[in-house]
């Protein structure tokens, strides 16, 4: 038996397994693939890198901007915004 945590993902509750990041869990549970636009030009961003280096997969996690979600592991009752 598999344990889950329940996350919140622009106002929606999801199950996820505990320990993986909030990109995994936005692209394979979620099936969002766009993450934020740019300022700009409005064009899509999404998981580019997976290690932390180019910023395009930031979301608002609790309240908080630019959060680079390939870096951040889910947590009980958190909440993820995409733009
Ligand atoms: S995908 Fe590049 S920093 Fe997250």
Known sequence: MSMTITIFINGEACQMEPGITVAAALLTQ????VLRHTAKRKEPRGIFCGMGVCHDCVVNIDGRDNVRSCMTEVTVGMRISTS
């Open 30 to 33: 979620a099936d969002i693939f």
